[in-house]
């Protein structure tokens, strides 16, 4: 299995909601990303985790909340989000030595705040 | 700190023309460098990656080399096709702070024509 599975693909959602996006990979990665890309942008950093800690917090609002329940699971919890926060979110996943093999990127979930 | 920079787009080519899109990096150390695609509505995959000076990536036609006096890497195809339209990132991996992280360029969109 060589891929890193997104879900859901499409969500729109209230301001008031609480929603989790989902991120899984089989690959025995152990480190795992979360990016944000507004249209005709490069991906921006969110959250690293590695090793199941997380690592890399680019001063993301706190209506982010990223969590790691293991080395294969990846999720971001999502509550109070603004208009501005619709964007694609991709997750990502390297081996501890990322810089080498680079990353595996998933097919990403397109969020809408309404 | 570290940064890509990459030709502004989009590229418009006919089919079985040569493609250029240029890429140049700023970095203190030594990154490994990396192209990356995303076809419309996906998320990014791989296309290629260099890890040291002179080295060459090659994946599908397309090819970079890690020019570390021109501090470079430019991404070519001999004869593009239709199928190759997409958004091209220039990346490089960013160890300033310990952790592993990807810089990427701001993207160059491909039209191909028949």
């Known amino acids: 299995d060589t891929e890193v599975t997104q879900t859901p693909k499409h969500l729109v959602m209230g301001m008031t909601n609480k929603k989790s996006l989902k991120c899984e990979q089989h690959?025995?990665?152990?480190?795992m990303y979360w990016y944000k890309q507004k249209a005709k942008k490069p991906p921006e950093l969110m959250f690293v985790?590695?090793?199941?800690?997380?690592?890399i917090n680019e001063s993301v609002p706190s209506r982010f909340s990223p969590e790691c329940p293991n080395s294969s699971l990846l999720n971001l919890h999502l509550h109070a989000l603004q208009p501005e926060d619709s964007a694609l979110y991709l997750c990502?996943?390297?081996?501890?030595?990322?810089?080498?093999?680079?990353?595996?990127f998933g097919s990403g979930t397109r969020l809408t705040v309404v | 700190g570290n940064s890509v920079t990459q030709m502004e787009g989009p590229v418009t080519l006919s089919e079985e023309a040569f493609l250029t899109i240029n890429c140049t990096y700023t970095?203190?150390?030594?990154?490994?460098l990396f192209w990356y695609v995303q076809y419309p509505g996906e998320g990014l995959q791989l296309l290629l990656k260099a890890t040291k000076a002179d080295d060459k990536g090659s994946n599908k036609g397309f090819e970079a080399t890690y020019r570390k006096e021109t501090t470079s890497f430019h991404l070519e195809k001999g004869s593009v096709q239709v199928s190759d339209s997409a958004v091209y990132f220039c990346?490089?991996?960013?160890?300033?702070?310990?952790?592993?992280?990807?810089?990427f360029g701001t993207g160059t969109r491909l039209l191909v024509s028949p």
């Open positions: 690959m025995g990665h152990r480190a």
């Open positions: 985790y590695s090793y199941e800690k997380l690592s």
């Open positions: 990502a996943s390297s081996q501890e030595g990322g810089l080498i093999g680079g990353y595996t």
């Open positions: 990346a490089l991996s960013d160890t300033d702070t310990g952790f592993q992280k990807l810089v």
């Open positions: 970095a203190t150390g030594y990154p490994s």
